[in-house]
């Protein structure tokens, strides 16, 4: 599981990544390379990535405690990602902090 992690974290590093996280870093681009080999971890894929990644070796290695459909975990993942986001950015708005 944790090769799987790894392996998730260095397949997410080969993408670009979101704008979000480059305005969060002061940079227009984030690439793959000697000063970028990990995500950073303000990147929400994170935890789609690594978690699915995670789950299937832990099936796949017999320790999971049940099974799950990969595709709709990561959907259910990416929905709790995406509403809490909305909850934060609402609750940020709500201080007129001009962000």
């Known amino acids: ?3 799987a992690a790894a392996q998730a974290l260095a397949d ?3 993408t670009e990544a979101p704008k979000y996280v ?3 870093f002061g940079v227009d681009k984030l ?3 000697p000063d970028y080999v990990i995500p950073k971890a303000l990147d929400l894929r994170l935890i789609e990535y690594v978690s699915v990644a995670v789950a299937k070796a832990a099936m796949e290695g ?3 405690r ?3 459909d990969l595709d709709e975990y ?3 993942l990416g929905k709790r990602i995406a509403d ?3 909850r934060v950015g609402a609750y940020v708005a709500s201080y007129n902090l001009g962000i």
Request: aromatic share 4%; charged share 35%.
């Open 12 to 14: 997410l590093a080969k």
């Open 31 to 33: 690439e793959f390379g």
């Open 84 to 86: 809490s986001s909305k």
């Open 62 to 64: 017999g320790v999971a």
């Open 1 to 3: 599981m944790k090769l």
């Open 74 to 76: 990561k959907r259910s």
């Open 22 to 24: 480059c305005e969060a």
């Open 66 to 68: 049940r099974q799950l």
